[in-house]
């Protein structure tokens, strides 16, 4: 079993930056991929931002450019440095872990919101 939190939302005006991240305790072997995930009212959840054990990296492309995703493996945490942040970007955003073929390793964070004010 693995727990993910989150931390490091909050409210910030256009233009500005945060920098999320989410930290895994527990029997985190399993875990192949750390993800980044945001739903907003009335949309889809949608796929942020993903990195592997091996860094390899993937944005969606309303957010390439602007958000960087990184890892620091000896804390097993995950990070995502989000700038010149939109209104758009307003959501609440999870933390996801998984064992990319291990369909019994999913895991999901709480949620950290996001606040974006124009």
């Known amino acids: 079993q693995v727990q993910l939190v989150e931390s490091g939302g909050g409210l910030v005006q256009a233009g500005g930056s945060l920098r999320p991240s989410c930290a895994a305790t527990?029997?985190?072997?399993?875990?192949?991929?750390m993800a980044w995930y945001r739903r907003a009212p009335g949309r889809e959840r949608e796929l942020v931002a993903a990195?592997?054990?091996?860094?390899?990296?993937y944005y969606a492309d309303s957010v390439k450019g602007r958000f960087t995703i990184s890892r620091d493996t000896t804390k097993h945490t995950v990070f995502l440095q989000m700038n010149s942040l939109k209104p758009d970007d307003t959501a609440v955003y999870y933390c996801?872990?998984?064992?990319?073929?291990?369909?019994?390793?999913?895991?999901w964070g709480q949620g950290t919101q996001v606040t974006v004010s124009s």
């Open positions: 996801n872990a998984l064992g990319e073929h291990d369909n019994n390793c999913k895991y």
């Open positions: 527990g029997d985190t072997g399993c875990i192949s991929a």
């Open positions: 990195i592997t054990n091996t860094d390899s990296t």
